[in-house]
């Protein structure tokens, strides 16, 4: 009877220890914008062939439009610095950040991930990249902790750095800057651009996130308090 009544305990340990451990293995893929908010982006630079055109770009700007479950829909806006209206100007786009699609289409590197995301999570598409590092920064006089993928990518043409910045709570883009060296002859060439952003209305209506009732405990802590319970449950067999 004893050795039943312990059974039933070690279950409930491990079921109740299992419910806490969930939280370390699930990512929830949620959205941290509403309708109305925008993000802005300028400072555009450009050297190198190719990205030259960069130098002209007076402002591109990203306005939610839509949230719809997964789904973000960001209206995009911008402009050369001459006034004329920049490619893409008026476009709508349906970002699902659970799969990483656009409009349907996987695509990586995109402007907004789902919010909340800690160091070492996977950034959608499924198999592609993962956030590299937390930290705090300070963007338009606002401290931010964000989310930032580095990205490497090496052919036998040529080596790239890509560097994302992502808001944390709003998962909206913040900065990007790429930097390019291509293996030509007589020697190589670098090539890069960057953006960053110049207003938004996101900072200060992004809802702080809510903090978890119970304590999340570590896989190692689980681990060790089931390898304890087992072992004990096989040495009162063992002494039956």
Known sequence: MSNHK??????????????LVL???????DPGVTVGQFIKYG???????GF????????????????????????????????TASPGNGITAVWNLETGEEDGTPSTQGPIIAANLNQGDPIPPT????????????????????NIL???????????????????????L????????????????????SYSIIETNIFGSTPTPSVPEFPVLSLEVVVFVLIVVI??????????
């Open 23 to 29: 939280p370390v293995f699930a990512v929830s893929y």
């Open 174 to 193: 913040l900065e990007s800057s790429t930097q390019t060296t291509t293996q030509s002859e007589p020697h190589p060439v670098t090539s890069s651009y």
């Open 43 to 49: 400072n555009f630079s450009g050297n190198g062939q």
């Open 127 to 146: 198999d592609t990249y993962s956030v590299n590092q937390s930290e705090s920064r300070t963007y338009l006089g606002s401290n931010r902790v964000v």
């Open 6 to 19: 312990f059974l039933l305990s070690a279950i409930f340990v491990f079921v109740f220890l299992s419910a």
């Open 231 to 240: 072992t004990a449950f096989i040495l009162v067999k063992r002494r039956k």
């Open 52 to 83: 030259e055109a960069f130098n002209d770009y007076g402002f591109l700007q990203l306005q939610i439009t839509s949230v719809v479950g997964k789904e973000v829909t960001l209206l995009s806006t911008g402009q050369f610095k001459n006034g």
């Open 150 to 172: 580095n990205v490497e990518i090496s052919t036998s043409d040529y080596n790239s750095t890509l560097t994302y910045v992502y808001d944390k709570l709003s998962g909206m």
